[in-house]
Nanobody
């Protein structure tokens, strides 16, 4: 069983920046893929940024050029740096990891609120 714990959410003004962290009990170097999803009230969960084991990164169209995903393998931690935040970025952000166990593991989520 792998655990993922997000942190770093909060309230920020539009145009500001925020960084999220996701610390895992599993080794990041062993992942098939990991990344960030978000879910806004009344909307479906959407992919924000996904990092594959081969190093490729896929960003959602709405965050390209503003968000950056990164990892620190020594800390088994994944980060999401969010710049130029917009009100529509308001959502609960979840980190997710796939270690090839047949299903993905999800964190509990962290709230990001962007005031307009």
């Amino acid at each position: 069983q792998v655990q993922l714990v997000e942190s770093g959410g909060g309230l920020v003004q539009a145009g500001g920046s925020l960084s999220l962290s996701c610390t895992t009990s599993g080794r990041i170097t062993s992942i098939d893929a990991m990344g960030w999803y978000r879910q806004a009230p009344g909307k479906q969960r959407e992919s924000v940024a996904i990092l594959s084991s081969g190093g490729s990164i896929n960003y959602g169209d709405s965050v390209k050029g503003r968000f950056t995903i990164a990892t620190d393998n020594t800390k088994n931690t994944m980060y999401l740096r969010m710049n130029s935040l917009k009100h529509e970025d308001t959502a609960v952000y979840y980190c997710v990891g796939d270690w090839g166990h047949g299903h993905a593991y999800w964190g509990q989520g962290t709230q990001v609120t962007v005031s307009s």
